[in-house]
């Protein structure tokens, strides 16, 4: 199911843009479209399109410039919402959206890494789509000791974005590895390659604010669709 809490239209546009200025598709200093075709071609309102743009002014991303119109600005210090997702499109880009498989509490398994103080933890079973397309297949462990209930309706899109508003536990920190493994079987049919098959798979140790290892993630990349990316700068 759709995951209810989806971030409004207007940041998943500022998060788009964001993402597509990461990827190299707009360069420092690029002079973006006329608004109004801009909004035509996402296929949202003007207002909905300054919404964003203002999001990406505030975020440091985008100088208005009165009469000329609006020039990418490169952050690098930029924390958006989706800054600890390293997963995008071929092409570059693209926008998460995630659909909820699954959502329970249960024992760690034995051979992962330590993570948290509760034998428990909130396992978490997404698809994430990247303009649609289903690319990462996502199963997150989340320590118990980190709530006392979470319920599928109080997940958001970004859940390090849930973590800081709901928990107040702030992701600052994660280790990724990427090894090659087979897809789980409760897979959906919509996520290539299939049950069985083996993919590239990212295994992901995150920290919270206090430095301690809370979440532990494994996320298999269907890589005729997505790229894993790690820029360095």
């Given at each position: 199911?759709?995951?209810?809490?989806?971030?409004?239209?207007?940041?998943?546009?500022?998060?788009?843009?964001?993402?597509?200025?990461?990827?190299?598709?707009?360069?420092?200093?690029?002079?973006?479209?006329?608004?109004?075709?801009?909004?035509?071609?996402?296929?949202?309102?003007?207002?909905?399109?300054?919404?964003?743009?203002?999001?990406?002014?505030?975020?440091?991303?985008?100088?208005?410039r009165q009469g000329s119109g609006n020039y990418?600005?490169?952050?690098?210090?930029?924390?958006?919402?989706?800054?600890?997702?390293?997963?995008?499109?071929?092409?570059?880009?693209?926008?998460?959206?995630?659909?909820?498989?699954?959502?329970?509490?249960?024992?760690?398994?034995?051979?992962?890494?330590?993570?948290?103080?509760?034998?428990?933890?909130?396992?978490?079973?997404?698809?994430?789509?990247?303009?649609?397309?289903?690319?990462?297949?996502?199963?997150?462990?989340?320590?118990?000791?980190?709530?006392?209930?979470?319920?599928?309706?109080?997940?958001?899109?970004?859940?390090?974005?849930?973590?800081?508003?709901?928990?107040?536990?702030?992701?600052?920190?994660?280790?990724?590895?990427?090894?090659?493994?087979?897809?789980?079987?409760?897979?959906?049919?919509?996520?290539?390659?299939?049950?069985?098959?083996?993919?590239?798979?990212?295994?992901?140790?995150?920290?919270?604010?206090?430095?301690?290892?809370?979440?532990?993630?494994?996320?298999?990349?269907?890589?005729?669709?997505?790229?894993?990316?790690?820029?360095?700068?």
């Amino acid at each position: 199911m759709p995951v209810k809490n989806a971030l409004p239209v207007y940041v998943q546009i500022s998060e788009m843009l964001i993402r597509d200025v990461s990827a190299g598709h707009y360069l420092d200093g690029a002079r973006l479209p006329p608004e109004r075709q801009m909004a035509s071609e996402l296929a949202v309102s003007v207002t909905t399109l300054r919404k964003a743009l203002n999001d990406m002014t505030h975020k440091g991303m985008l100088e208005k410039r009165q009469g000329s119109g609006n020039y990418i600005k490169i952050n690098k210090n930029l924390a958006s919402v989706y800054s600890f997702f390293r997963v995008e499109l071929i092409t570059g880009g693209g926008l998460p959206t995630a659909e909820l498989l699954g959502l329970d509490r249960t024992i760690k398994p034995a051979h992962f890494p330590p993570f948290g103080n509760s034998d428990e933890a909130y396992r978490i079973q997404r698809l994430r789509r990247l303009n649609g397309r289903p690319a990462v297949l996502e199963e997150i462990w989340l320590d118990g000791d980190q709530s006392a209930q979470i319920h599928p309706d109080d997940l958001s899109e970004s859940l390090y974005l849930f973590y800081r508003k709901s928990l107040n536990l702030w992701i600052t920190e994660a280790e990724d590895q990427l090894t090659i493994a087979a897809v789980p079987d409760w897979s959906p049919t919509t996520f290539n390659p299939a049950r069985g098959e083996h993919c590239l798979c990212a295994q992901r140790l995150s920290r919270s604010q206090s430095g301690a290892a809370v979440e532990f993630s494994l996320n298999w990349i269907d890589t005729n669709v997505a790229r894993y990316v790690a820029r360095i700068k």
